[in-house]
């Protein structure tokens, strides 16, 4: 799949996408997702973890440029309608603030006839999000003397490491 980036997507109705300060739920999300066409859901949660490359991490800032990172969304679910015909249902929730250890970040759902179709929608649509999407993550840690710091983690040096941040 290639990301195009038309100008202006619109969404489809039976989509859901979204930014929100409020906690994801993964029975909302799965509703949302679910249609009587689906012979599978594939839901993907991003969550908080409690290290990054050795270091402790008590918690994630993130920051969107929610417009942008909204037309990303749409244009994630029109690339994948372009190569995956029968994709019945797109969910892509993100969440922004101050986030703990454990709690859900991202979630993704694809609704579709087929398994193999719904995972390779839904890797893309993560994929794409990650790469493309304008919101920014700050991690936090805690340090061995006691104090917090923190990096903005950037797209870039994601790329650049070849890790999958």
């Given at each position: 799949?290639?990301?195009?980036?038309?100008?202006?997507?619109?969404?489809?109705?039976?989509?859901s996408f979204a930014i929100s300060f409020a906690p994801l739920s993964l029975e909302e999300i799965y509703a949302k997702s679910?249609?009587?066409?689906?012979?599978?859901?594939?839901?993907?949660?991003?969550?908080?973890?409690?290290?990054?490359?050795?270091?402790?991490?008590?918690?994630?800032?993130?920051?969107?440029?929610?417009?942008?990172?909204?037309?990303?969304?749409?244009?994630?679910?029109?690339?994948?309608?372009?190569?995956?015909?029968?994709?019945?249902?797109?969910?892509?929730?993100?969440?922004?603030?101050?986030?703990?250890?454990?709690?859900?970040?991202?979630?993704?759902?694809?609704?579709?006839?087929?398994?193999?179709?719904?995972?390779?929608?839904?890797?893309?649509?993560?994929?794409?999000?990650?790469?493309?999407?304008?919101?920014?993550?700050?991690?936090?840690?805690?340090?061995?003397?006691?104090?917090?710091?923190?990096?903005?983690?950037?797209?870039?040096a994601c790329e650049q490491s070849g890790e999958n941040c």
């Amino acid at each position: 799949m290639t990301t195009t980036f038309a100008s202006a997507v619109k969404p489809r109705a039976e989509d859901s996408f979204a930014i929100s300060f409020a906690p994801l739920s993964l029975e909302e999300i799965y509703a949302k997702s679910d249609d009587p066409a689906n012979g599978a859901v594939v839901l993907m949660s991003g969550m908080v973890r409690n290290q990054t490359d050795g270091k402790p991490v008590i918690a994630l800032e993130y920051q969107a440029y929610e417009p942008m990172a909204l037309q990303i969304f749409y244009q994630i679910a029109a690339d994948i309608r372009l190569s995956i015909s029968n994709v019945n249902r797109v969910v892509i929730h993100h969440r922004i603030g101050r986030l703990q250890v454990g709690e859900i970040s991202v979630l993704v759902a694809i609704g579709c006839p087929h398994r193999s179709e719904a995972f390779e929608a839904c890797q893309y649509a993560i994929d794409t999000l990650k790469h493309n999407a304008p919101i920014w993550k700050k991690e936090w840690y805690s340090e061995l003397n006691g104090k917090l710091s923190s990096t903005w983690v950037s797209i870039a040096a994601c790329e650049q490491s070849g890790e999958n941040c």
